[in-house]
T-cell receptor
């Protein structure tokens, strides 16, 4: 069963705009990870945030984690056409088994 | 190799046939995972290997599914008597160790059962 749920399911933005997507989960976690998937193939790891962290940055990515609300957000700033992909959050609640949401499909229009 | 590799990239088979999917993890990674992704869905955990420990098979959907990891490296996922609902992308991942480590994914095998 899926633990994480992403919102929105789909997002269309203009190049240069920011994209924000959210993830909610149900049970306590050790960490939360965000992955990107292009064209339905392999996932690329973007960022991992641990349960004792509140915010993390990596390049144009900013991730927040609110364990009291059991939610996380991924912000992509100054989006590019190459950011067009599906984005998944994955939670780790028992040290190895990742639970993925259904993903947010982001389309960046040139 | 630099990353996780999987073969074949695509597999088309007839209902009732057996298929074998292969995964080569990143060298030195002790943990290996198999996931399944149906069209438009998130990933579904199938099985986990860690070193020489007994694998966690709790995600395998039926006894038609099995997996091996030989020598702590290469893994094969076998689906016997395939059904149309087995059609999906099968993704393999590895991590340096277990325990909240980043998982690195292969490109996947797209399986189509006719």
């Amino acid at each position: 069963s899926q633990q994480g749920e992403e919102d929105p399911q789909a997002l269309s933005i203009q190049e240069g705009e920011n994209a924000t997507m959210n993830c909610s989960y149900k049970t306590s976690i050790n960490n939360l990870q965000w992955y990107r998937q292009n064209s339905g193939r392999g996932l690329v790891h973007l960022i991992l945030i641990r349960s004792n962290e509140r915010e993390k940055h990596s390049g144009r990515l900013r991730v927040t984690l609110d364990t009291s609300k059991k939610s996380s957000s991924l912000l992509i700033t100054a989006s590019r056409a190459a950011d067009t992909a599906s984005y998944f959050c994955a939670t780790d609640s028992n040290d190895y088994k990742l639970s993925f949401g259904a993903g947010t499909t982001v389309t960046v229009r040139a | 190799g630099a990353g996780v590799s999987q073969s074949p990239s695509n597999k088309v088979t007839e209902k009732g046939k057996d298929v074998e999917l292969r995964c080569d993890p990143i060298s030195g990674h002790t943990a290996l995972y198999w996931y399944r992704q149906s069209l438009g869905q998130g990933l579904e955990f199938l099985i986990y290997f860690q070193g020489n420990s007994a694998p966690d098979k709790s995600g395998l959907p039926s006894d038609r599914f099995s997996a091996e990891r030989t020598g702590g490296s290469v893994s094969t996922l076998t689906i016997q008597r395939t059904q149309q609902e087995d059609s999906a992308v099968y993704l393999c991942a590895s991590s340096r160790t277990s325990g909240s480590e980043t998982q690195y994914f292969g490109p996947g095998t797209r399986l189509l059962v006719l």
